[in-house]
Every structure is written in C-alpha cells, then in structure tokens.
C-alpha cells in the first residue's frame, strides 16, 4: 500500500514538474531581453508599456505574431536610442483569450505598472470590455486589428481598419467586378454579425443581392450542410467573415465539394498570410482577400520590416496585416510622445491629431477626430505560394469613418 | 432532389465521423467505465503523427512516394496514440479504477499538459496537412451532385475499423479475455486471466483508434493544439446515446446524431441546429435514461 502510494506522489510529482516546464517553455524570451536593454546607452528611468495579448487559449493562434511585432519595434526603439532618451520597457501580460482577464490586465498595467501606454487585444469582445477600463482610469490603448466599426473612444487609438477601410470598398469591387448576388458567411458573434448589417444596407444601396446567410459558432469544422445551401443559393460571391480555425475546415471541404475560385468567388476579411500557412495555399489559391497590407505590398519600408521580423523569428514567418498593424501602432505612439515631449496621456492625444508615419504599409496617418488612422485598402488574391498578388487598391489612404457617416445608407447604422 | 440526396449523404458522411471518434471512447469510457477526458487529445496526437509523418516524406523520402504517406500514417497514428495511451493507463488510469470523478478530474488535467505540450512543439498555430492527391476532388453522380472522395474514404474507413474492432471483441481469445474483466474482473482474475495486461491492452486499443480518429481528421478540418476539445463533446454524445458498454450502441448514435444534426441544420441555421440536437437527446435519455441499446447484465441491475 505504501508503496503505491509513493508511485502516486512521483506520478503527481513528475506531472507538475513537466507542466512548469512546459509553461516555461510558452513564457516570451523578450521578457528577458529587456532587462538588458534597459541598462544599455541612455539615462534616466526607462518608459514602462504594457503588451497585452492572448498568449493562451483559442487566440493565442493570431495574437502571439502581434505581440512579437509590437516587441520587435520597441527592440528597434530602444537600439536607436529609446523615446525621450529613455529606453522602453515592455510589462508583457497575458489576456488567455478571456475578455474579463483582458479587463482586469489592463487595470494591473495602468494602476499598478503605471503603463504610458498600452498596446493590446485582437477580438472585438476583449476591446470591448478593456474600453471602459481605459476610459476609467484615463489610460492609452492602441488597438492593431480590423474592426466592425461604430466606435470611437477618446482613450483608444485604432491602427486596424474600419468597416469603409476594408469592407465597404471590397463590396463595391465585388459588385462592379464579380457579380451582385451575395452570400453572406459569418461565425456567431459580434464582429461579422455586424460588418454583415453594413453590408446588407450597402448592397440594398448600390443595386447587390443578399441570397443567402449563415453564422457558424466559433469553432465549427462542418460545413458540408453549407455548403449545400451555397450550392442551392448559386451565388456569385461568398463573403466570408468567419473567424479563427472554422476557415480550414470551411475552405478544405468547398474543394472537396467541387467548388473552385474560378466558378465561386469568396472574399474573407479575417484571412491573412499566418492563416493561410494552417490552411494551405494549394486550398485557398485564387480566392481574394481585403486588407490595408500584404507581405508582398511593395514599399521600401515593408522590404526592410519583413526582413527584420524574419530575420528575428525565423525565415519561415510570416507577416500580416495585424501584425503590421501592431508595429505601426508602436511607432506611432513613439512619434506622438516625442512631438508632446512628454507621455503624458492628453499631450500624447493632441500630439498625435494629424501625425504622419511612413509605415510598410505606406503612409499612414492620425485622424484627430476619431483616432484610427487613414489607410490604403486592397484587394488580393491568394497565390500557389501562400502569398497575395495585389488585384486593386484604393490609390491613396482612405480616411476613416467608424460610423459611415459619408454614405448615405449608413445613417440608419450609426443611429443604432 | 439533388438537396435531398447531397443531405443524405452529408449525414451519413458526419455520422461516420462522429462513429470514429466516438469508437475510441467506447471502448474506454464503454467497456472500462474510464471517464477519460483526455480522449480528445489523442486524437491530436494522431493528427499531429500524421503531420510529422508527412514532414518527414517530404524531407526524406522521393517525391513520387509523397501520395503514400496517409496509408503509412495511419498504423503510425494508430501505435504512437495507443502508446500515449498505454503509458496513461499505466502510470495514472490504473490507480483510479472505480473512481469514474477522479479519473475524470486526472485525465482533464492530463488533456491540458497534452495540448500546452503540442503548443510547445509545433507552436500556437495550426499546422497544414495537406491530403494525398487521390483523395482530392469527388464522384460525380449527378449534376450538382458530388460526392468528395475524402468523405468517401473515412466512411470506408470506419467500416474497416468497426469489422476490426467486432473481430477482435468477439472472434479472437484475447478479446474475450478482454470481455471477460470488463464484465466479471474478479471471476475473470480467478481463472487466471491477468487483469492488469488486459486493462493496459484494452486501453491502449481505445487510444489507438483514436489516433486514427486524428489521422483522418487532417482530411477535412483544422489541425491544431485544441483539436480535441471540438470533437471530445460530440464523442461524449455520441456513447451516452447510444448505451454504455455495446458497439451496436455506439453506431446507432452516431448515425442518429450525425442525419438529425444535417437535418435541422437544413431548414434551420448550424447552431440553432446544434441546440435542437441536444434538446432532443436531453428529451430521449428522459425517457430511456440508459440510451439506445441498454446493456442487460445482473451486474447493473
């Protein structure tokens, strides 16, 4: 009986040791790196920011890239001499893909870390509950992602784009150029529930059809049923706002359903360079996406950030429109704080009105009324090697317009 | 009509799907009375064996072999989960028989250093498993009506598991061995059968269907860390329905899950579909608490 009962403890002994380790293993190794930089070339205390994303849990899968973005510029910063003289010193903390979690770290990081700023969050829901926080306790969040739009918050700098930035231009492409009848795909929550009420006033507006719409839960890997309703619906286009792992399985089994990108047009907005690694360029090759950045965009500025992220994380990484998106997002906080002189949060703001950036996505720059930024859209199309070949963009940066208040079939949205 | 019988099809095809996950955890949860949550992760370690097999023909084997490696990774998905799950039963399993809360409780905990363990090694993101070019594109029957040949194949599949899993159980001396302990393990330890190989054995087999669980997953979804917990409910489902301990059971659940799933997800939307499924099956284990095919032995009574 003893015995067993020391072969018990070893068992649980032994478990305990190879979870510690394997968490160990998951810890970020920049958080060690920057104690040193800290100590490097310039005086005086360093600036604290927070990085707060889902290092665990369901969305880990998209957030890690844009934490390691937003470490690789604050890494460029502080070899280049820092802000103000002082070196940055990132507090990374983990939101477990949980939007509570996500509430009460960004509470830690301005109450206790006494953060200038924080960059964080990918999903709508963790903006959404980290929002009142911020606006709380007077506090500064750069958010990196693609959004539904109808927001603004004076204590929130948006460096994704919003709806007329990536879905109302894409729409209009689609209707002048693939065809009007529409089907709409979306997983069940907030984000494509409501890009698809924007769509639905915008193709009642400018002469589309809605033939057809359905939302999966998150996480939904048959689609077989759908697929048959698609086929039934004969649509021109699939507009596809599903999120996360639902668009492997969605994809894999629309190939195997016989249906290619030549007889069925699809455009996602949640589809980039990481996802399509997990789902296979051979699966998604020729069908389109909408973002304000691709790896292949060609600037000079994006030439020199895809070689230093891969550089820095591998040559087989690759980067996307969020991941940009959070780079930027550093960056043009740095301009804000250096242009105020100080990090102080309402000198921050008024710094940043009108500020210009050139980003790899080319010129960026900060609309002072409702802080996201202006951005070029495009349209792309999914190549053999998993890339994107540019089918049109918008020219010039598009100013933002969170609540489509220039169109006319947005009144009714913003009135909501 | 080509809805009807495209329907007819997408039901069965998400009933022998349902059928293959739900095998592995009738024999452990059905047979051995082991609530093992981490079921769902072998399953992972199967798609992940497959992954790893398919990197290594890509690294080292000619190319014109590539379209082989699917049949050269279902016996490996197959042996590295059912050694996962051999040294499981070994080291945890075996203390915990008779204590359904605990080995639940124990199996969690281990399904959770399982998929931290795959986030280590393979990374947060999912990984592509691309499938063999013969298991690409589908059978014509009609226009509009196509049958994908990956859909086909785990169909077949299951079947060849299933006669296996018959002939093993009821055909072969170690199967009733096997049998035995699971009805009478005391008698059965009188007559000379040593339970513990049988347990460790049965268990082992448990897992290694799951690992082709996972092996046949990559055809059709996501191949990721959190694989398991997607199917591990459904799995769950699936053996509760159908009756505790039979494999009749087990295949008559997953065919009514699978046709009522597509069913109402055809006139209905995917999770207003899903909800009606669970409400019909709270309803029916109301009224036959022991699922489908009730197991009739003194023991229960």
Known sequence: MKKRTVKLWSVLLGAVIALTGCVEGGTPPEASGSDGAGESTSSGEPIKVGVLHSLSGTMAISEVSVKDAEMLAIEEINAAGGVLGKQIEPVVEDGASDWPTFAEKAGKLLQQDKVAAVFGGWTSASRKAMLPVFEQNKGLLFYPVQYEGLESSPNIFYTGATTNQQIVPSVTWLLENRGKKFYLLGSDYVFPKTANQVIKAQLAAEGGEVVGEEYTPLGHTDYSTIISKIKAAKPDIVYNTLNGDSNVAFFKQLKDAGISSEQLTTLSVSVAEEEIRGIGADVLKGHLASWNYYQTTDTSENKTFVEKYKEKYGADRVTADPIEAGYVAVYLWKAAVEKAGSTDVEKVKEAAKGLEFDAPEGKVTVDGENQHIYKTVRIGEVQEDGQFKELWNSGAPVKPDPYLKTYDWGASLSAK | ?301
């Open chain 2, 1 to 301: 009509m080509d809805m009807f019988v495209l329907q007819m099809f997408n039901g069965l095809s998400i009933s022998s799907i349902l059928l293959l996950i739900a095998l592995g955890l009738a024999v452990t949860f059905g047979l051995m009375n082991v609530i093992n949550m981490a079921h769902g992760e072998l399953i992972m370690i199967g798609a992940y064996a497959t992954y790893v097999t398919q990197n290594l023909f890509i690294s080292y084997a000619p190319q014109a072999w590539f379209d082989v490696y699917f049949i050269v990774a279902l016996p490996i998905a197959f042996g590295v989960a059912a050694l996962i799950g051999w040294l499981l039963e070994v080291v945890l399993i075996r203390h915990l028989y008779g204590r359904p809360l605990d080995s639940l409780l124990a199996t969690w905990g281990v399904g959770m250093m399982l998929q931290q363990l795959a986030r280590t090694i393979f990374g947060a993101p999912n990984v592509g498993v691309s499938s063999p070019a013969w298991l690409n594109g589908g059978l014509t029957i009609a226009d509009g009506i196509v049958f994908p040949y990956k859909r086909l194949f785990i169909i077949a599949l299951v079947s060849v598991v299933l006669l296996c899993m018959y002939l093993y159980i009821y055909r072969t001396s170690s199967g009733r061995r096997m049998r035995a302990v699971m009805q009478n393990r005391s008698m059965a330890g009188c007559l000379g059968i040593s339970t513990r190989r049988v347990d460790g054995m049965t268990f082992a087999i448990g897992s290694g269907i799951a690992g082709i669980a996972g092996c046949a997953l990559t055809l059709i979804g996501p191949i990721g860390p959190s694989l398991g917990t997607y199917y591990i409910v459904d799995a769950f489902m699936v053996v509760v329905l159908g009756g505790v301990g039979k494999l009749v059971g087990t295949v008559c659940g997953a065919l009514g899950i699978g046709m009522f799933n597509t069913l109402f997800e055809t006139y209905t939307s995917a999770s207003i579909g899903k909800v009606l499924v669970f409400v019909c099956i709270v309803a029916f284990l109301q009224w036959k608490p022991r699922g489908l095919v009730a197991i009739r032995t003194r023991s229960l009574d």
